[in-house]
Nanobody, 114 residues
């Protein structure tokens, strides 16, 4: 059973970089044909897909966030990470990591202070 757990600071100052890590257990992020995504939900709004890193390390981003977003991985730790640059209070949200057609992490609240 694959499990995912987000970690990172819950408070970030405006204009700084938000960094989160997803630790995966019960499965490998290099398993063929898997995709590992970050998704967020701002308060009172719907889910927003941010981007994905594939089993082979390829990355794809939401065009609306692409200029500020990077997703990377550490295969030795079975982790993948999100960096969102130049954040504003509008980036306040619950951030989730997930595997395509699989389970989600419990989510982590990130608040951006103005």
């Amino acid at each position: 059973q694959v499990q995912l757990q987000e970690s990172g600071p819950g408070l970030v100052n405006s204009s700084q970089t938000l960094s989160l890590t997803c630790t995966v257990s019960g499965g490998s992020i290099t398993t063929s044909k898997t995709g590992w995504s970050w998704i967020r939900q701002p308060p009172g709004k719907g889910l927003e897909w941010m981007g994905v890193i594939s089993y082979d390390g390829s990355t794809y981003y939401n065009p609306s966030l692409k200029s500020r977003t990077s997703i990377s991985r550490d295969t030795s730790k079975n982790q993948f990470s999100l960096q969102l640059r130049s954040v504003t209070p509008e980036d306040t949200a619950i951030y989730y990591c997930t595997v395509f057609m699989g389970p989600w992490g419990q989510g982590t609240q990130v608040t951006v202070s103005s």
